[in-house]
Protein backbone atom coordinates (compact mmCIF):
# COMPACT_ATOMS: atom_id res chain seq x y z
CA UNK A 1 0.00 0.00 0.00
CA UNK A 2 2.53 2.32 0.83
CA UNK A 3 5.94 0.65 0.82
CA UNK A 4 6.12 -0.40 4.14
CA UNK A 5 5.24 -3.91 5.81
CA UNK A 6 3.41 -5.00 9.01
CA UNK A 7 1.20 -7.61 9.90
CA UNK A 8 -2.30 -7.06 11.12
CA UNK A 9 -4.21 -9.94 12.15
CA UNK A 10 -7.73 -11.09 11.47
CA UNK A 11 -9.64 -13.60 12.32
CA UNK A 12 -11.46 -16.23 10.30
CA UNK A 13 -14.65 -17.88 10.54
CA UNK A 14 -17.63 -19.95 8.67
CA UNK A 15 -19.64 -17.77 6.63
CA UNK A 16 -23.54 -17.92 7.81
CA UNK A 17 -27.01 -17.98 6.06
CA UNK A 18 -30.24 -16.32 8.07
CA UNK A 19 -33.28 -17.09 6.75
CA UNK A 20 -37.08 -15.30 6.56
CA UNK A 21 -39.05 -18.22 6.27
CA UNK A 22 -42.83 -17.43 4.61
CA UNK A 23 -45.17 -19.95 5.70
CA UNK A 24 -48.51 -19.19 3.63
CA UNK A 25 -49.16 -15.52 5.27
CA UNK A 26 -46.53 -16.25 7.83
CA UNK A 27 -43.31 -15.54 9.49
CA UNK A 28 -41.23 -18.30 10.73
CA UNK A 29 -39.22 -17.42 13.88
CA UNK A 30 -37.50 -19.47 16.32
CA UNK A 31 -36.42 -19.31 20.12
CA UNK A 32 -33.28 -21.00 20.81
CA UNK A 33 -31.03 -22.13 23.56
CA UNK A 34 -27.79 -23.25 23.72
CA UNK A 35 -25.31 -24.17 26.34
CA UNK A 36 -22.73 -21.16 25.72
CA UNK A 37 -25.93 -18.75 26.01
CA UNK A 38 -27.18 -18.13 29.21
CA UNK A 39 -30.75 -17.02 28.00
CA UNK A 40 -33.20 -18.32 25.12
CA UNK A 41 -33.11 -15.72 22.23
CA UNK A 42 -35.28 -14.85 19.58
CA UNK A 43 -33.84 -15.43 16.03
CA UNK A 44 -34.90 -16.22 12.41
CA UNK A 45 -33.13 -19.57 11.28
CA UNK A 46 -29.85 -19.42 10.34
CA UNK A 47 -26.16 -21.46 10.45
CA UNK A 48 -23.01 -21.79 9.46
CA UNK A 49 -21.82 -22.68 6.22
CA UNK A 50 -19.99 -25.95 5.83
CA UNK A 51 -16.62 -25.96 4.38
CA UNK A 52 -17.20 -26.00 0.38
CA UNK A 53 -20.56 -25.49 0.89
CA UNK A 54 -22.23 -23.01 -1.17
CA UNK A 55 -24.51 -20.34 0.50
CA UNK A 56 -28.07 -21.54 -1.02
CA UNK A 57 -26.96 -25.06 -0.08
CA UNK A 58 -26.47 -23.95 3.23
CA UNK A 59 -29.54 -22.40 3.79
CA UNK A 60 -31.65 -24.64 2.33
CA UNK A 61 -29.86 -27.66 4.43
CA UNK A 62 -29.91 -25.42 7.71
CA UNK A 63 -34.00 -24.61 7.18
CA UNK A 64 -34.60 -28.30 6.72
CA UNK A 65 -32.48 -29.52 9.60
CA UNK A 66 -33.45 -26.47 12.08
CA UNK A 67 -37.48 -26.26 11.17
CA UNK A 68 -38.49 -29.14 9.03
CA UNK A 69 -39.77 -26.87 6.03
CA UNK A 70 -38.79 -26.77 2.68
CA UNK A 71 -39.12 -23.68 0.27
CA UNK A 72 -39.88 -23.83 -3.57
CA UNK A 73 -38.81 -19.81 -3.88
CA UNK A 74 -35.45 -18.59 -2.65
CA UNK A 75 -33.88 -14.72 -3.09
CA UNK A 76 -30.78 -13.97 -1.88
CA UNK A 77 -31.03 -10.37 -0.39
CA UNK A 78 -27.81 -9.54 0.75
CA UNK A 79 -24.22 -10.78 1.12
CA UNK A 80 -22.39 -8.72 3.48
CA UNK A 81 -18.83 -8.47 5.14
CA UNK A 82 -19.86 -8.81 8.79
CA UNK A 83 -17.22 -7.16 10.56
CA UNK A 84 -13.56 -6.07 9.21
CA UNK A 85 -12.02 -7.47 12.14
CA UNK A 86 -13.14 -11.40 11.10
CA UNK A 87 -13.49 -12.88 7.89
CA UNK A 88 -17.26 -13.65 7.94
CA UNK A 89 -19.88 -12.77 5.70
CA UNK A 90 -23.58 -13.62 6.13
CA UNK A 91 -25.70 -14.44 3.26
CA UNK A 92 -30.10 -12.91 4.16
CA UNK A 93 -32.44 -14.97 2.25
CA UNK A 94 -36.12 -15.20 1.97
CA UNK A 95 -37.66 -18.39 0.83
CA UNK A 96 -41.01 -18.69 0.29
CA UNK A 97 -43.34 -21.38 -0.75
CA UNK A 98 -42.48 -23.27 2.62
CA UNK A 99 -43.86 -27.06 3.53
CA UNK A 100 -43.17 -28.68 6.35
CA UNK A 101 -41.70 -32.12 5.15
CA UNK A 102 -40.31 -33.13 8.58
CA UNK A 103 -39.47 -32.83 11.98
CA UNK A 104 -36.50 -30.94 13.40
CA UNK A 105 -33.01 -32.89 13.35
CA UNK A 106 -31.47 -30.45 15.36
CA UNK A 107 -27.38 -30.40 16.48
CA UNK A 108 -26.38 -32.05 19.41
CA UNK A 109 -26.96 -28.95 22.34
CA UNK A 110 -29.58 -27.53 20.07
CA UNK A 111 -33.04 -26.71 21.72
CA UNK A 112 -35.58 -24.86 19.54
CA UNK A 113 -38.80 -23.68 19.01
CA UNK A 114 -40.46 -22.52 15.93
CA UNK A 115 -43.04 -19.64 16.17
CA UNK A 116 -45.31 -18.75 12.93
CA UNK A 117 -45.92 -14.68 13.92
CA UNK A 118 -47.69 -12.38 11.39
CA UNK A 119 -45.65 -9.41 9.28
CA UNK A 120 -46.85 -7.13 11.57
CA UNK A 121 -45.90 -8.85 14.66
CA UNK A 122 -42.45 -9.52 12.67
CA UNK A 123 -41.83 -5.41 12.71
CA UNK A 124 -42.52 -5.32 16.24
CA UNK A 125 -40.33 -8.03 17.08
CA UNK A 126 -37.53 -6.27 15.14
CA UNK A 127 -38.49 -2.64 16.43
CA UNK A 128 -38.59 -3.83 20.21
CA UNK A 129 -34.84 -5.48 20.06
CA UNK A 130 -36.04 -8.66 21.03
CA UNK A 131 -34.82 -10.46 18.08
CA UNK A 132 -31.44 -9.55 18.05
CA UNK A 133 -29.68 -11.74 15.16
CA UNK A 134 -31.00 -9.61 12.31
CA UNK A 135 -29.19 -8.24 9.52
CA UNK A 136 -28.68 -4.93 9.82
CA UNK A 137 -30.82 -3.59 6.57
CA UNK A 138 -34.09 -5.78 7.54
CA UNK A 139 -33.55 -3.88 11.07
CA UNK A 140 -33.34 -0.66 9.42
CA UNK A 141 -36.66 -1.43 6.79
CA UNK A 142 -38.73 -3.39 9.37
CA UNK A 143 -38.17 0.31 11.59
CA UNK A 144 -39.17 2.46 8.86
CA UNK A 145 -42.15 0.21 7.82
CA UNK A 146 -43.25 0.34 11.12
CA UNK A 147 -43.48 4.44 10.99
CA UNK A 148 -44.26 5.02 7.13
CA UNK A 149 -46.98 3.17 4.77
CA UNK A 150 -45.50 3.27 1.61
CA UNK A 151 -42.46 1.46 3.22
CA UNK A 152 -44.62 -1.07 4.98
CA UNK A 153 -46.29 -2.33 1.70
CA UNK A 154 -43.08 -2.20 0.35
CA UNK A 155 -41.04 -4.36 2.65
CA UNK A 156 -44.52 -6.80 2.49
CA UNK A 157 -44.33 -7.06 -0.73
CA UNK A 158 -40.48 -7.86 -0.96
CA UNK A 159 -40.82 -10.80 1.76
CA UNK A 160 -44.01 -12.03 0.56
CA UNK A 161 -44.15 -11.80 -2.98
CA UNK A 162 -46.09 -10.35 -5.54
Request: charged letters at 30%.
Given at each position: FDGSTETF???????????????????LIQKQEQPARPDPY???????IDPGE??????????????????????????IQMTSKIDW????YIARDSKKIQEQKLDAGEKIE??????DKFIDIIESNELRHIHEEIRIL??????????YDELKKRIFGG
Open positions: ERLRRAGTVEIILVVDDKILCLVGGREPLAAAKRETLEESGYKADTWVLIDSTMHLDQLVSFCIRAKHHKPS
